[in-house]
């Protein structure tokens, strides 16, 4: 017996549809996965193998092959595991139930319960979109999936409760959509430019920046308070919009660094990597492109400590998404466009032992050194 069920992709911060088609056919047992997968969702057929088993139901010993469509579309990640496991209990008619018009995402424990998965605000608005009208997910991502306006979000804490539900046994598990108000104070940033004595001068200079999103940069001697003020800099910029916050929390969700109790990020980004970082981890990359330390910025700063450290290429390519306010990285199989509207704020010394101009410590440092 054939069963579909519809479950999504993640396209750069984009949602794509993907139908899962479970076909279970006389024959030796045997368990194939088409439809481009890659090496986790290949691994996905252990976990739904003994989720089903743990879950109370049988696992076929029969042919079984599920085809992701579109099949040139990149599959990529555990999200698909629920999807599968339905589509396999459908198909071997344990269960009979119509998920025509039902989203369903999660990753499955060995034991059947359904784990947090990235990237569920995308996913949850494109189905929104295409109208779908409710979405199956695990219960720690309700809060999250939430945000989007008009989802029906049914969440599920395992495969078994999920079963019941589709089998009429029990009500669909109620859950109350988080509100999200425009006035909704941001937190209080870890450190307030309130609270910094000193350094007026530099203080007027973050403002002005501040109040236009104009890019700085801090020339000093170690221990003036150079990172201080970088780090403070978020506490005098405006709240976020609810517009904005959704862009960042979108990219935040996808990256997988959403914490778990803050469905909806109200505080600007402030991103401070190393100079050891690479060029795809600052404008993104990877050989399916991820956002890198530029996206996670968007509407917030990254502030580059010991400025001249990073490499000459690592600053070049800085260039384009200043400008642009977006960045694109083309790989062989497409291109991913990802935002990168932040203000840049660096940080140096004068000098290699950085008191160069410093009125009580001596420069150290050979003249060569100093101007180049």
């Known amino acids: 017996m054939l069963a579909k069920v519809i479950s999504c992709a993640l396209v750069g911060l984009e949602g794509a549809i ?22 986790a969702v290949q691994e996905a057929k252990e976990r739904v193998r003994a989720a089903i088993r743990n879950s109370g139901y049988a696992f ?46 999660g990753e499955l424990s060995l034991d059947g319960s359904l784990r947090h998965t990235n990237g569920i605000l995308p996913m949850v608005a494109l189905a929104y979109q295409k109208g779908l009208t409710n979405v199956i997910l695990p219960d720690t991502d309700a809060k999250e999936a939430s945000l989007v306006e008009g989802a029906k979000i049914i969440p599920f804490a395992s495969l078994a409760q999920l079963a019941s539900y589709l089998r009429g046994e029990i009500p669909p598990p109620e859950y109350k959509p988080v509100e999200v108000k425009e006035d909704t104070p941001p937190d209080r940033p870890t450190v307030d430019l309130a609270y910094i004595k000193g350094q007026e001068h530099v203080k007027r200079a973050l403002e002005v920046a501040a109040a236009g999103g104009h890019n700085a940069i801090m020339c000093g001697p170690p221990g003036s308070g150079k990172t201080l003020l970088a780090r403070s800099l978020p506490s005098i910029l405006p709240p976020m919009t609810n517009e904005e916050a959704l862009e960042v929390t ?14 909806l990020l109200r505080q600007r980004p402030f991103r401070s990597p190393h100079y050891t970082l690479s060029n795809a981890g600052l404008v993104g990359g990877g050989h399916w492109p991820r956002p890198g330390e530029i996206s996670l910025s968007h509407r917030g700063v990254l502030f580059l400590d010991e400025l001249p450290e990073f490499g000459h290429s690592l600053l070049e390519v800085l260039r384009q998404p200043l400008e642009d306010k977006v960045v694109t990285i083309s790989r062989a199989k497409g291109s991913v466009t990802f935002p990168a509207n932040f203000m840049l704020v660096g940080a140096m010394n004068p000098c290699p032992c950085g008191y160069y101009g410093d009125p009580f410590r001596q420069c150290t440092c050979p003249p060569g050194l100093v101007s180049r």
């Not at 979108?250 to 469905?263: A, N, Q």
Request: glycine fraction near 6%; aromatic fraction near 4%; hydrophobic fraction near 45%.
């Open 60 to 105: 076929p010993t029969k042919r079984i092959v599920v085809n992701l469509a579109p099949a040139d579309l990149k599959k990529a990640g555990p999200a698909y595991d629920l999807p599968i496991a339905v589509g396999i209990l459908l198909s071997s008619e344990q269960l009979s139930a119509d998920v025509s018009q039902t989203l369903l995402l």
């Open 250 to 263: 979108k990219i935040y969700s996808v990256s997988g660094l959403l914490p778990s109790d803050t469905p």
């Open 18 to 39: 993907v139908e899962v088609e479970v076909d279970i056919s006389p024959g030796l047992p045997s368990f194939t996965l088409v439809g481009l997968p890659d090496a």
